[in-house]
């Protein structure tokens, strides 16, 4: 497993804009496919956007379609989520998520997590 610590979380308004961060121990960082989750309490964590190994193809989550923008950066052992036009039910903890399996978008997928970052838009 790879060890992962997210970053850049905050208190934004309606409509702003924030860059989280995600980074990975090891030198293995570019055989994981990476994802962002959200989850508020007592909902179930729910996907927000997902990255292939190469960055080639990337996925994303009907709520945040055009408004959020997840990316890599292998030599960095990083991944991003640029969230733009922040709403108040974007509102949640955001977690990054590593695996080496092939599927991308079911939370049981994933098998390393980091510890999650909390994001908070007021309207």
């Known amino acids: 497993q790879v060890q992962l610590v997210e970053s850049g979380g905050g208190l934004v308004q309606a409509g702003g804009s924030l860059r989280l961060s995600c980074a990975a121990s090891g030198r293995t960082f570019s055989s994981y496919a990476m994802a962002w989750f959200r989850q508020n309490p007592g909902k179930e964590r729910e996907f927000v956007a997902a990255?292939?190994?190469?960055?080639?193809?990337?996925y994303y989550a009907d709520s945040v379609k055009g408004r959020f923008t997840i990316s890599r950066d292998n030599a960095k052992n990083t991944v991003y989520l640029q969230m733009n036009s922040l709403k108040p039910e974007d509102t949640a903890v955001y977690y990054c998520?590593?695996?080496?399996?092939?599927?991308?978008?079911?939370?049981?997928?994933?098998?390393?997590w980091g510890q999650g970052t909390q994001v908070t838009v007021s309207s």
């Open positions: 990255i292939s190994r190469s960055a080639s193809n990337a």
């Open positions: 998520a590593a695996t080496r399996g092939l599927g991308l978008l079911q939370r049981f997928e994933y098998d390393s």
